[in-house]
């Protein structure tokens, strides 16, 4: 007796570990998520759901799905000129034109496919620049999946303090050259500074750590990495992967004035396409191989790509002349704000926290936080994860996607419409009631 088809979900488990091709895509408790399109703050599934989208690709799309402009651009580019893989393209020109006007920080850039990449590449020419071994990273940041900064990102409360990799594998040794330090603890930084700091080659931070919601950083913590690693000659990094472009054309460094040596950028500087830059001071970007003689070795088959620099050009077109920011900032400032009221109403003590287009609701009483929003990773160890996750369950049934694992963020895109808050609100009221019934 014939089966019928075998369904794609099945067939991609048995040639792709787990059926999906990243960590966290396969979602605990959602079933199978075959994707079949997408398309503004929509996108649909196989078995015939929509949802209205807040996950938002962990980021990227902040002009929202498959942008017509965003779109065209990189069409259009493809049809004409494909990648080479040797000198250089007018769109790479301009695209490190706008980078070096727009960053505080950069002089000089280089294009990367992922954000890990530039990371990555930040931290070996932090340590080519000065010889020295260490490097340290905050607990609750994520900088990619590369060995050095693998670790301490979202961790139990028994592994706080101690190094908690997120993955096996890692060499005990590279594990050891990285120090994690309590996010928005000035004084453990210069305690470290003081002990360790002619070891210490990068300091590599999010500047508001988006990997575990939302934790706005106090305006005197960046200032004093920032005077830190100028007295130790230590590399100061601003891992902007995140907040690059999405809350500010300037990245976070505009917003709090405090300039690293590095940035990193990646996901809304392209909509989507992969990509992910590495900027910052002339002298620094000056020792990578793509000058010839210099020492950092950088390379990549995939920089530059026409197609994707297309797709950043386009973008950032958009972004600078459209009113985008001012857009998902209203947006953002909308739904945190009704959300709190609207929990407030129903008796369910939570903290919704973000920043622009990002919001957060922890399930845990923030009245008694600084500013009543979170500051800290300890902060968040209050936190009730089974009711941060099982909330998002609930959202799916009234078509709203926030993706349902501990303390993700979720993001609004200029596609999102007030309806889109709207039905949020809705879905939120619909979800908390059926959880407290
Ligand atoms: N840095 C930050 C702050 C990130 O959030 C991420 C990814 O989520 C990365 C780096 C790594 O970027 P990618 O996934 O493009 O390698």
Redesign the pocket.
């Known amino acids: 007796m014939s089966s019928g088809p075998v369904p794609l979900a099945e067939r991609a488990r048995t040639v792709v570990p787990g059926g999906v091709n990243s960590g966290q895509r396969n979602v605990p408790g959602l079933g199978d998520l075959v994707i079949t399109g997408t398309g503004g703050a929509r996108f649909r599934t196989a078995d015939g759901r929509e949802f209205t989208d807040f996950h938002a690709a962990?980021?990227p799309p902040l002009l929202g799905h498959n942008d017509p402009d965003v779109a065209r651009a990189a069409a259009e580019t493809g049809a004409t000129l494909g990648h080479m893989g040797v000198g250089v393209t007018e769109g790479e020109v301009l695209l490190a034109e706008q980078l070096v006007e727009l960053l505080p920080s950069v002089e000089k850039v280089l294009l990367t496919s992922?954000?890990?990449?530039?990371?990555f590449h930040a931290l070996r020419v932090a340590r080519a620049a000065t010889g020295r071994r260490l490097v340290v990273k905050f607990q609750g940041?994520?900088?990619?999946?590369h060995d050095s900064v693998s670790l301490n990102v979202i961790s139990e409360p028994a592994k706080v303090g101690g190094h908690d990799p997120i993955s096996t594998g890692i060499l005990t040794e590279v594990l050891d050259s990285t120090l994690v330090l309590p996010f928005n603890d000035s004084a453990a930084v210069r305690h470290a500074f003081a002990e360790l700091g002619s070891d210490i080659a990068a300091v590599i931070v999010?500047p508001v750590p988006?990997?575990v919601g939302a934790l706005l950083p106090y305006e005197e913590f960046l200032t004093t990495l920032r005077e830190e690693t100028r007295r130790a000659g230590s590399v100061l990094v601003f891992?902007?992967?995140?907040t690059g472009f999405r809350h500010d054309l300037g990245g976070w460094q505009r917003i709090s004035g405090v300039t690293p040596d590095l940035t990193?950028l990646?996901?809304a500087i392209a909509n989507g396409a992969?990509v992910?830059a590495i900027g910052g001071r002339a002298d620094l970007m000056d020792l990578f191989s793509t000058r010839p003689g210099a020492p950092a070795f950088f390379a990549g088959t995939y920089n530059g790509h026409p197609g994707v620099v297309a797709a950043a050009l386009a973008t950032l077109r958009k972004l600078r002349e459209e009113p985008v920011h001012e857009h998902v900032f209203r947006l953002g400032e909308r739904a945190r704000t009704e959300l709190r009221e609207l929990y407030a109403r129903l008796g369910v003590p939570v903290t919704v926290a973000g920043y622009g287009s990002v919001f957060v609701t922890y399930f845990m009483d923030g009245t008694a936080l600084d500013g009543g929003v979170p500051r800290t990773y300890e902060d968040l160890l209050a936190n009730d994860a089974a009711r941060f996750v099982g909330y998002r369950r609930r959202l799916l049934d009234h078509g709203l996607f926030e993706l349902p694992l501990n303390l993700k963020r979720s993001h609004i895109s200029y596609a999102h419409t007030d309806e889109d808050v709207d039905r949020l609100l809705e879905g939120t009221e619909a979800a908390v009631k059926a959880v407290l019934a």
């Open positions: 962990f980021g992922t954000g890990s990449e530039a990371t940041c994520y900088h990619g999946w999010e988006h990997n891992d902007e992967v995140i990193t990646g996901k992969p992910g």
